[in-house]
């Protein structure tokens, strides 16, 4: 049986991705923590910004996804989803002879 598959490529680059969930059959949900650094200094001040915490996301997937083979990767900082889909089987069409 064919499929299409559906990815998702985002760059999380500050971002620690703990987990990548399907609840129920329809929501993909990622989530993790985030950290950020900043630092300024010159001859006469330092000065450094952090700040933190956790994110979350939804995605509402369609109908049709094969949510046992969902699978994710990270890899350089970039998280890739991957959703397969199972083919919409298309109705089969009977030609009928037209009399007279």
């Given at each position: 049986m064919a499929h299409q598959i559906v990815s998702l490529h985002k760059a999380l680059c500050p971002y620690i991705c703990h987990l990548v969930d399907v609840i129920g059959r329809r929501i993909l949900q990622i989530s993790g923590d985030r950290?950020?650094?900043?630092?300024?200094?010159?001859?006469?001040?330092?000065?450094?910004?952090?700040?933190?915490?956790?994110f979350m996301r939804r995605f509402r997937l369609p109908e049709n996804v094969k949510v046992e083979e969902v699978k994710a990767a990270m890899e350089n900082g970039v998280l890739t989803v991957t959703v397969p889909k199972a083919e919409v089987k298309k109705?089969?069409?009977?030609?009928?002879?037209?009399?007279g």
């Open positions: 950290s950020v650094e900043k630092e300024e200094k010159n001859d006469k001040w330092h000065r450094v910004e952090r700040s933190s915490g956790q109705p089969d069409v009977k030609a009928i002879d037209i009399s």
